[in-house]
């Protein structure tokens, strides 16, 4: 749990750690079964070459993510900075992964056996060397029990109010009834007003900086409006230069909004436990 224990820098990361695991303590306690063990904790954050291209720094931020490695699985907790749990958890059983490689610049490679790969950057220095080996030891007690739970798909998305497995495709939970947005209907908001499905996804300051943006974009357009409607045709062009700009405005926002959602579950209405 804590690879290093001496030495420079050491005393710092064990803080970090420890604080981190307070934070996600209740959600462990929670969806622990009975007889799995934790291994071992790391953060990092998911990397999308996507978002990194349209949110930079911002993508960094919404994409934290706590790694939990148990005997039987490998959890990943959507988090804040510091660790602290979000409304978006999934789920991976070891015989789901192909390939768990660390690169030379310490970021994780995950391969699937549905095809999908994540790669997730960030973490600390004594916890991307020792990663490695938890999980080959893992994966070893798999193939001796030759453990292989059904699955629908091979990173599961976990209900944010009860932890069950929320099969792909299906916006309701089964076991409790906790309702989820479909990437659409956040992707449609977007659509219609940009930062509204970052609101929705629960990126509030994300949201407020999109949100400050935009207003910006009016406020530069009605410059241009005022500049040409006493030019002759001056009306028609500042209106199409409007259409244009607030379209492509409105078309990436609901694009990328429809990528970030479809990582993951959005409850509708929050949760209540």
């Known amino acids: 749990m804590f690879p290093k224990l001496t030495g420079w820098g050491s005393k710092g990361q064990i803080k970090q750690k ?23 904790v790391s953060k990092g954050v998911q990397f ?25 699985r490998l959890l990943l907790i ?3 900075t510091s660790g ?19 690169s030379w610049s310490g970021s994780v490679s995950l391969k699937l056996k549905d095809g999908k790969k994540f790669t997730f ?6 916890d991307k060397k020792q990663m490695p080996a938890i999980f080959e030891s893992a994966m070893e007690t798999y193939r001796e ?8 798909q091979s990173r599961e998305n976990l209900c944010s109010k009860c932890n069950q497995v929320v099969p792909k495709g299906m916006y309701q939970c089964d076991a409790c009834g906790q309702q989820y947005w479909k990437p659409s209907e ?4 977007s659509l219609a007003f940009p930062s509204w499905g970052d609101f929705v996804m629960g990126h509030t300051v994300l949201a407020c900086v999109e949100l400050m943006g935009y207003l910006f974009s009016w406020l530069i357009l009605f410059s241009i409006f005022v500049g040409l409607i006493d030019e002759p045709g001056g009306l028609i062009g500042a209106v199409a230069i409007s259409i244009f700009v607030l379209g ?24 209540k436990k």
């Open 18 to 40: 420890h604080k981190m695991l307070l934070l996600i303590e209740p959600f462990l306690s929670e969806i622990l079964l009975e007889g799995e063990d934790v291994l071992f």
């Open 48 to 72: 999308s070459f996507v978002e990194q291209y349209f949110l930079g720094i911002w993508a960094m931020l919404i994409n934290q993510t706590v790694f939990v490695q148990t005997n039987t």
């Open 78 to 80: 959507h988090s804040n």
């Open 84 to 102: 602290k749990p979000k409304h978006t958890n999934w789920m991976i059983y070891y015989s789901q992964i192909e390939s768990f490689k660390v």
């Open 121 to 126: 950057t960030g973490f600390q220095g004594p």
């Open 145 to 152: 029990f030759n453990f292989n739970p059904a699955v629908t």
């Open 186 to 189: 956040i992707a449609l908001r």
């Open 248 to 271: 492509i405005a409105h078309g990436i926002d609901a694009g990328l909004t429809y990528f970030i959602a479809k990582k993951g579950l959005n409850p509708r209405g929050g949760v």
